[in-house]
């Protein structure tokens, strides 16, 4: 109950597309789901982070899509450019947990 | 604001011996902080969460004697890898929190290399 589970484990996209990346959690008590970005030898950065009273957040040519039925998100990344060619993480928390829960992550490749 | 440094960046020492890595919170008190083990191509595998003044909380499987985790102010945490051996060569990243359970800042990561 604890698993957020992400898809796909890795994406080429061709620059100017749009790249989406899924995640699905089980858990109702989750209320706080960020994603972040990382580069090769690099932490991860938080990008974005949404919580379950809207159903969508945008931030530049990032947006979190959140299906609160369907306990699913994604990450809608328009435009995409090579410099988006990272790992993205979605991840989950709420109120009573101390940690956050991530997925297994998505390799992303935007092709010149 | 909330940036998280790690120190080293990259270090490399020979089996048996130990090796210390910093975390610190530059411009916010980090209440508590976590560290984490990332072995290639993989998530994020969380060692231990540690509040400033108190003993840390390992998880299942993370021997608490091996890593050695001191977080002795509300800006600096440290690990120490005793008796490092092969298999302990990873990357290894903390991450900072003054708003639990919510934002999480993360360092950039320390390369650990045991030969």
């Known amino acids: 109950q604890q698993q957020v589970k992400q898809s796909p484990q890795s994406l080429i996209v061709q620059k100017g597309g749009i790249s989406i990346i899924n995640c699905a959690y089980e858990n109702t008590a989750f209320d706080y789901f960020p994603w972040y970005q990382q580069f090769p030898g690099k932490g991860p950065a938080l990008l974005i982070a949404?919580?379950?009273?809207?159903s969508e957040k945008k931030e530049g040519r990032f947006t979190i899509s959140f299906n609160k039925s369907a306990k699913q998100f994604s990450l809608h990344i328009m435009d995409s450019q090579p410099g988006d060619s990272a790992t993205y993480f979605c991840a989950a928390s709420g109120a009573g947990y101390s940690t956050l829960t991530f997925g297994k992550g998505t390799m992303l490749l935007v092709s010149p | 604001g909330a940036v998280v440094s790690q120190h080293p960046s990259r270090v490399i020492c020979k089996s048996g011996t130990s090796v210390k890595i910093e975390c610190r919170s530059l411009?916010?008190?980090?209440?508590?902080m976590f560290w984490y083990r990332q072995f290639p191509k993989q998530s994020l595998m969380l060692m231990a969460t540690s509040n400033e003044g108190s003993k840390a909380t390992y998880e299942q499987g993370v021997e608490k004697d091996k890593f050695l985790i001191n977080h002795a102010s509300l800006t600096l945490s440290t690990l120490t890898v005793t008796s490092a051996h092969p298999e302990d060569s990873s990357f290894y990243i903390c991450?900072?929190?003054?708003?639990?359970?919510?934002?999480?800042?993360f360092g950039p990561g320390t390369r650990l290399t045991v030969t």
């Open positions: 991450s900072a929190t003054d708003r639990l359970p919510y934002e999480q800042y």
């Open positions: 411009d916010f008190q980090a209440t508590t």
């Open positions: 949404i919580r379950p009273d809207v």
